[in-house]
Protein backbone atom coordinates (compact mmCIF):
# COMPACT_ATOMS: atom_id res chain seq x y z
CA UNK A 1 0.00 0.00 0.00
CA UNK A 2 1.64 3.17 -1.50
CA UNK A 3 0.65 6.05 0.39
CA UNK A 4 1.43 9.86 -0.42
CA UNK A 5 0.47 13.29 -0.78
CA UNK A 6 -0.07 16.07 -3.52
CA UNK A 7 3.06 18.59 -3.36
CA UNK A 8 4.42 21.78 -5.34
CA UNK A 9 6.13 21.01 -8.67
CA UNK A 10 9.19 22.95 -7.80
CA UNK A 11 10.70 20.27 -6.34
CA UNK A 12 8.56 16.89 -5.80
CA UNK A 13 10.87 14.37 -4.16
CA UNK A 14 12.21 16.58 -1.19
CA UNK A 15 8.56 17.19 -0.79
CA UNK A 16 8.10 13.33 -0.46
CA UNK A 17 10.90 13.01 1.69
CA UNK A 18 9.90 15.79 4.20
CA UNK A 19 6.49 14.07 4.57
CA UNK A 20 7.89 10.28 4.41
CA UNK A 21 5.48 9.49 1.54
CA UNK A 22 6.05 6.95 -0.66
CA UNK A 23 4.09 8.74 -3.87
CA UNK A 24 3.63 12.53 -4.81
CA UNK A 25 0.87 13.66 -7.42
CA UNK A 26 1.97 17.24 -8.80
CA UNK A 27 1.08 19.49 -11.82
CA UNK A 28 3.06 20.26 -14.50
CA UNK A 29 1.89 23.13 -15.64
CA UNK A 30 -0.62 25.82 -14.23
CA UNK A 31 -4.01 24.06 -13.08
CA UNK A 32 -6.33 27.26 -14.12
CA UNK A 33 -4.12 27.84 -17.28
CA UNK A 34 -3.77 26.20 -20.76
CA UNK A 35 -0.08 25.99 -21.44
CA UNK A 36 1.36 23.01 -22.12
CA UNK A 37 4.13 21.67 -19.90
CA UNK A 38 7.72 22.63 -20.23
CA UNK A 39 10.38 20.02 -20.54
CA UNK A 40 11.47 19.24 -16.57
CA UNK A 41 15.05 19.51 -15.33
CA UNK A 42 14.66 16.89 -13.02
CA UNK A 43 12.98 14.54 -15.44
CA UNK A 44 15.96 11.78 -15.55
CA UNK A 45 15.93 12.12 -11.37
CA UNK A 46 12.30 11.60 -11.31
CA UNK A 47 12.51 8.94 -13.65
CA UNK A 48 14.78 6.98 -11.23
CA UNK A 49 13.12 7.71 -8.17
CA UNK A 50 11.59 5.11 -5.87
CA UNK A 51 8.76 7.77 -5.09
CA UNK A 52 5.60 6.72 -7.33
CA UNK A 53 5.28 9.95 -9.44
CA UNK A 54 1.47 11.03 -10.28
CA UNK A 55 0.51 13.57 -12.43
CA UNK A 56 -2.73 15.84 -12.33
CA UNK A 57 -4.30 17.37 -15.67
CA UNK A 58 -5.02 20.76 -15.19
CA UNK A 59 -8.27 21.96 -13.79
CA UNK A 60 -9.58 23.57 -17.02
CA UNK A 61 -9.44 20.74 -18.95
CA UNK A 62 -13.19 19.97 -19.93
CA UNK A 63 -14.04 17.17 -22.83
CA UNK A 64 -17.36 16.44 -22.34
CA UNK A 65 -18.17 19.99 -23.10
CA UNK A 66 -20.59 21.18 -25.88
CA UNK A 67 -18.38 24.43 -26.10
CA UNK A 68 -16.11 23.52 -28.77
CA UNK A 69 -13.49 25.89 -28.07
CA UNK A 70 -13.00 24.23 -24.66
CA UNK A 71 -13.96 20.86 -25.76
CA UNK A 72 -11.25 21.00 -28.82
CA UNK A 73 -8.28 22.57 -27.23
CA UNK A 74 -9.24 19.88 -23.66
CA UNK A 75 -8.58 17.07 -26.32
CA UNK A 76 -5.40 18.40 -27.04
CA UNK A 77 -3.93 19.65 -23.77
CA UNK A 78 -4.95 15.98 -22.24
CA UNK A 79 -2.37 14.23 -24.72
CA UNK A 80 0.00 16.70 -24.71
CA UNK A 81 -0.56 16.29 -20.50
CA UNK A 82 0.05 12.52 -20.99
CA UNK A 83 3.09 12.97 -22.78
CA UNK A 84 4.59 15.41 -21.02
CA UNK A 85 3.52 12.36 -17.73
CA UNK A 86 5.23 9.42 -19.51
CA UNK A 87 8.04 11.47 -19.76
CA UNK A 88 9.26 11.41 -16.18
CA UNK A 89 8.09 8.24 -15.99
CA UNK A 90 4.68 8.78 -14.29
CA UNK A 91 2.52 6.00 -13.43
CA UNK A 92 -0.65 7.82 -14.86
CA UNK A 93 -2.51 10.97 -15.48
CA UNK A 94 -5.54 12.06 -13.28
CA UNK A 95 -8.64 14.59 -15.02
CA UNK A 96 -11.46 15.83 -13.98
CA UNK A 97 -14.56 14.01 -15.41
CA UNK A 98 -16.24 17.49 -16.60
CA UNK A 99 -19.58 18.33 -17.16
CA UNK A 100 -21.94 19.96 -19.70
CA UNK A 101 -23.91 22.77 -19.43
CA UNK A 102 -27.50 23.28 -17.72
CA UNK A 103 -29.74 22.13 -20.71
CA UNK A 104 -27.64 20.26 -22.95
CA UNK A 105 -28.30 16.22 -23.61
CA UNK A 106 -25.98 14.41 -21.14
CA UNK A 107 -25.11 11.80 -23.96
CA UNK A 108 -23.13 14.02 -26.27
CA UNK A 109 -21.23 14.79 -22.93
CA UNK A 110 -20.56 11.02 -22.35
CA UNK A 111 -19.95 10.48 -26.37
CA UNK A 112 -17.77 13.24 -26.00
CA UNK A 113 -15.51 11.46 -23.45
CA UNK A 114 -15.60 8.22 -26.07
CA UNK A 115 -14.57 10.67 -29.00
CA UNK A 116 -11.68 11.92 -26.95
CA UNK A 117 -10.18 8.70 -26.56
CA UNK A 118 -10.59 8.15 -30.19
CA UNK A 119 -8.77 11.19 -30.80
CA UNK A 120 -5.94 10.14 -28.85
CA UNK A 121 -5.91 6.38 -30.71
CA UNK A 122 -5.90 8.27 -33.29
CA UNK A 123 -2.89 10.72 -32.55
CA UNK A 124 -0.59 7.64 -31.25
CA UNK A 125 -2.41 6.27 -28.75
CA UNK A 126 -1.72 7.59 -24.94
CA UNK A 127 1.37 6.74 -23.49
CA UNK A 128 0.33 5.95 -19.85
CA UNK A 129 -3.07 5.30 -18.18
CA UNK A 130 -5.66 8.30 -17.98
CA UNK A 131 -7.51 7.76 -14.40
CA UNK A 132 -10.88 9.76 -14.38
CA UNK A 133 -11.63 11.18 -11.16
CA UNK A 134 -14.89 11.37 -9.97
CA UNK A 135 -16.09 15.37 -8.75
CA UNK A 136 -18.39 17.01 -6.00
CA UNK A 137 -20.99 19.60 -7.29
CA UNK A 138 -22.75 20.24 -10.86
CA UNK A 139 -25.99 18.51 -12.07
CA UNK A 140 -24.47 18.03 -15.17
CA UNK A 141 -21.54 16.37 -13.96
CA UNK A 142 -19.69 13.24 -16.08
CA UNK A 143 -18.74 11.57 -12.29
CA UNK A 144 -20.31 13.32 -9.98
CA UNK A 145 -23.25 10.49 -9.44
CA UNK A 146 -22.94 7.04 -9.99
CA UNK A 147 -25.79 6.28 -12.09
CA UNK A 148 -23.82 9.05 -14.74
CA UNK A 149 -20.59 7.15 -14.16
CA UNK A 150 -22.01 4.00 -14.93
CA UNK A 151 -23.55 6.19 -18.86
CA UNK A 152 -19.67 6.79 -19.17
CA UNK A 153 -18.54 3.73 -18.33
CA UNK A 154 -20.73 2.62 -21.18
CA UNK A 155 -19.21 4.83 -23.59
CA UNK A 156 -15.36 4.48 -22.74
CA UNK A 157 -15.03 0.99 -21.28
CA UNK A 158 -13.60 -0.36 -24.75
CA UNK A 159 -10.79 1.99 -24.07
CA UNK A 160 -9.53 1.06 -21.07
CA UNK A 161 -9.78 4.11 -19.33
CA UNK A 162 -8.53 4.19 -15.33
CA UNK A 163 -10.54 5.19 -12.39
CA UNK A 164 -9.15 7.82 -9.18
CA UNK A 165 -11.85 7.46 -6.48
CA UNK A 166 -12.05 10.91 -4.16
CA UNK A 167 -13.30 10.35 -0.77
CA UNK A 168 -14.37 14.46 -0.31
CA UNK A 169 -16.29 14.16 -3.83
CA UNK A 170 -17.72 11.24 -3.37
CA UNK A 171 -19.26 12.63 -0.17
CA UNK A 172 -19.66 16.20 -1.09
CA UNK A 173 -21.49 14.47 -4.53
CA UNK A 174 -24.34 12.79 -2.65
CA UNK A 175 -22.36 8.86 -2.85
CA UNK A 176 -21.89 7.23 0.81
CA UNK A 177 -18.90 6.24 1.44
CA UNK A 178 -19.90 2.88 2.76
CA UNK A 179 -19.45 0.04 0.44
CA UNK A 180 -18.81 2.78 -2.20
CA UNK A 181 -15.72 0.53 -3.55
CA UNK A 182 -17.81 -2.01 -4.67
CA UNK A 183 -20.14 0.19 -5.73
CA UNK A 184 -17.40 1.89 -8.02
CA UNK A 185 -16.43 -1.46 -9.32
CA UNK A 186 -19.44 -2.93 -10.78
CA UNK A 187 -19.43 0.41 -12.91
CA UNK A 188 -15.54 0.49 -13.88
CA UNK A 189 -14.11 -2.83 -12.46
CA UNK A 190 -11.02 -0.86 -11.20
CA UNK A 191 -10.18 1.76 -9.25
CA UNK A 192 -6.43 2.92 -9.67
CA UNK A 193 -6.01 5.59 -6.69
CA UNK A 194 -7.60 6.73 -4.29
CA UNK A 195 -7.51 10.46 -3.48
CA UNK A 196 -7.90 10.34 0.50
CA UNK A 197 -9.61 13.51 1.70
CA UNK A 198 -12.17 14.69 4.35
CA UNK A 199 -14.42 16.86 3.66
CA UNK A 200 -15.36 20.45 4.91
CA UNK A 201 -18.98 20.28 3.96
CA UNK A 202 -21.71 18.09 4.64
CA UNK A 203 -23.17 15.08 2.72
CA UNK A 204 -24.70 16.25 -1.06
CA UNK A 205 -23.36 19.35 -0.55
CA UNK A 206 -21.70 19.58 -3.66
CA UNK A 207 -18.87 21.57 -2.67
CA UNK A 208 -15.23 20.54 -3.15
CA UNK A 209 -13.50 21.60 -0.13
CA UNK A 210 -11.05 18.95 1.37
CA UNK A 211 -10.15 18.72 4.83
CA UNK A 212 -7.37 16.98 6.77
CA UNK A 213 -8.26 13.42 7.77
CA UNK A 214 -10.47 13.70 11.26
CA UNK A 215 -11.39 17.07 11.00
CA UNK A 216 -13.98 17.38 8.76
CA UNK A 217 -17.40 15.64 8.22
CA UNK A 218 -16.12 11.92 6.55
CA UNK A 219 -15.41 9.43 9.60
CA UNK A 220 -11.54 8.41 8.84
CA UNK A 221 -12.50 4.74 8.86
CA UNK A 222 -14.89 4.84 6.12
CA UNK A 223 -11.51 6.57 4.24
CA UNK A 224 -9.49 3.82 5.61
CA UNK A 225 -11.85 1.26 4.34
CA UNK A 226 -11.88 2.20 1.11
CA UNK A 227 -8.15 2.11 0.54
CA UNK A 228 -8.22 -1.73 2.35
CA UNK A 229 -10.58 -2.39 -0.02
CA UNK A 230 -9.56 -0.86 -2.84
CA UNK A 231 -6.37 -2.25 -2.81
CA UNK A 232 -4.84 1.01 -4.40
CA UNK A 233 -2.35 3.80 -3.56
CA UNK A 234 -3.09 6.82 -2.00
CA UNK A 235 -2.85 10.08 -2.00
CA UNK A 236 -3.67 13.03 0.61
CA UNK A 237 -4.70 16.42 -1.59
CA UNK A 238 -5.42 17.82 1.89
CA UNK A 239 -4.03 21.13 3.48
CA UNK A 240 -1.37 22.27 6.20
CA UNK A 241 1.63 21.61 4.30
CA UNK A 242 4.42 19.61 5.31
CA UNK A 243 2.74 18.70 9.17
CA UNK A 244 -0.68 18.52 7.96
CA UNK A 245 -0.05 16.08 5.26
CA UNK A 246 2.22 13.87 7.31
CA UNK A 247 0.30 14.08 9.80
CA UNK A 248 -2.65 12.35 7.48
CA UNK A 249 -0.24 10.16 5.27
CA UNK A 250 0.70 8.44 9.71
CA UNK A 251 -3.04 8.30 9.96
CA UNK A 252 -3.22 6.08 7.20
CA UNK A 253 -0.77 4.05 7.50
CA UNK A 254 -1.45 3.43 11.00
CA UNK A 255 -5.19 2.40 10.41
CA UNK A 256 -4.37 0.57 7.34
CA UNK A 257 -1.97 -1.58 8.57
CA UNK A 258 1.07 -0.42 6.64
Same mark, same amino acid.
Given at each position: MRIGAHVDPADPLAAAAERGAEAVQFFLADPQGWKAPVARADAAELRASDVDIYIHAPY? !? #????? #? #? $? !? $?IPSRKLLLTHARAAAEIGARALIVHGGHVNAGDDLSVGFDNWRKTFAYAAKEGGLPLPVLIENTAGGDNAMARRFDNLARLWEAIGEFGAGFCLDT? &? +? &? +? *? *?EELLDIVDRVKSITGRIDLIHANDSKDSFDSGRDRHDNLGNGKIDPDLVVAAIRASGAPAIVETPGGVEGQSADIALLRERAGN
Open positions: V !I #NVATL #N #N $R !I $RC &H +A &H +A *G *G
